[in-house]
């Protein structure tokens, strides 16, 4: 498989991840059944006899074109094509069987007929990788903000204390000590990428896996039979309610992560010490006490019989902040904890990235991790790329580029930079926008969060899609001009993102701040015809400079 914008170090490890030994189908029937979503078998012409005995399988694809001769290949039904009407193409390219919501006439393989493709695809991938989260310890992280961060300085911070980690996040993979940045926009990837890149942490020598784990991944099985041993939640607000419907579904979605903590399920001896049968760690799960969602997350996980740690300011929380100090390179905490009171120097800016390394410091009191080499750990853990990353090329004012992308992100970042712009006698400028085919209810809100907290607001492309890029930017500005902004005087609307940028920093006045927000790490915009390169950061020194800034 090609693996776009990653290093041919990386590709060596996640190809050799794939297996090369042939597998019987049978086997898979049996795991299929097992989850209860083999409803029976088909012949080629959708007939409904038992499959052929003997068949063996060299490999497992959902993308027709990579069917390669040997091949399994899952008809999975998706928002522009449905993999049913390829199935075809996948059996001329050589796959030798086929998994099916429903029995095809004419295709000459067997077909493994199932209730939902999709869905499959996880106890399949589970099967062909050989469940490869059974010998890792594997840490969840999932939450509306604060994910990504969260998993790198848990990272850091497991590596501080001699547990070699692999991470797959939103910003960035790590597999065996090699760490770059992630291609792709999908956080969760579906489940044959994640079993394979599990794979190659298994093979790499990783100990302990940290997967940023979204309301998608759960909600569409991508992480189905995933043996989580912990659990992280970082908050629960506004966001991808065009996927879930409701804020109730949206949170129930991540919910699942908790649920599935069952201290009481058997499972072979698996943690720290991989597949040498080391102790596992305790089921544990994380929860953020100052968010309103908490006493869900703990109720669940209790139910799960999962030991539960809290963190936050909260006088109930387990670990707890007794004072955040924000210091001009980044911050500094004391923490009353189950062991007792730390002190905590972190290189990151913004007030919530306090919350984010409490996550950490509760997991280790849960798990029992030495807690000297995770504050280490912390205190080293540089910034994470594209978020409150500042830029500076000598310009008179602070530039900033976060990833912050839904209202409660948005807010958090500018009441963090507010200060900062007092402090030198200036404001905030804010230029953002919101993706297409994507929650739509947030778009005004976001427009009166920035409305609200910033002296001009800058409304531009994040990733239109297929929408119109109008349009969304009048959805944000209603909510700007709704916080009293006035369009053309305070309130622009400039669809191109670089021209965007380019504008901001002609409005700022010594002292100001300009957030660049919305994209942070991401390597490309989509638009209608697909993705073009895209570097937040780049393209914001190139316009400084191109200003003699």
Known sequence: MGEPGLSPALVALLEAAEPHDPRPMAELLDRLRASG????????????PHVPEGVMVLGLTYDSRRVESGDLFVAVPGAHADGHEHARDAVARGAVALVVERPLEGVGVPQIVVDESQRALAPAACWWYGDPSRELAVVGVTGTDGKTSTCRLLTAAL???????????TAALRIAGIDEANPVHATTPEAPELQRTLRAMVSGGDRVAVLETTSHGLALDRVGGVAYDAAILTNVTHEHLEFHGSFDAYRAAKLRLFEGLDARAARPPKGPGGASGAAAWPRSAIVNADDPSAGTFVEASLAAGARVLTYG?????????????EVPDGLAMDI?????RLRLRLRLLGRFNAWNALAV????EAVGIDLDAVLGGLATAPP???????????????????????????RAALDTLAPVAARDHGGVIAVFGSAGERDVAKRPMMGRVAGERCRAVIVADEDPRGEDREAILEEIAAGAEAAGRRRGHDLLLIADRRAAIAASFRLARPGDVVLLAGKGHETSIIGL???????ERRVAEEELDRMGR
Request: negative net charge; glycine residues 12%; without cysteine.
């Open 37 to 48: 979503r083999l409803l029976g078998v088909a012949d080629g012409d959708g007939r409904s």
């Open 159 to 169: 590596v501080a204390a001699g547990l070699p980690t692999g991470m797959s996040s």
């Open 313 to 325: 300011e909260s006088g109930e929380a387990d670990v707890r902040a007794l004072r955040i100090d």
């Open 336 to 340: 009353a904890a189950p062991s007792g």
């Open 361 to 364: 410091v509760a997991l280790a």
């Open 384 to 410: 994470v790329r594209g978020r409150m990353e500042r830029i500076d090329r000598g310009q008179p004012f602070t530039v900033v580029v976060d990833y912050a992308h839904s209202p409660a992100s948005l």
């Open 529 to 535: 015809h697909g993705a073009e390169p895209w570097d």
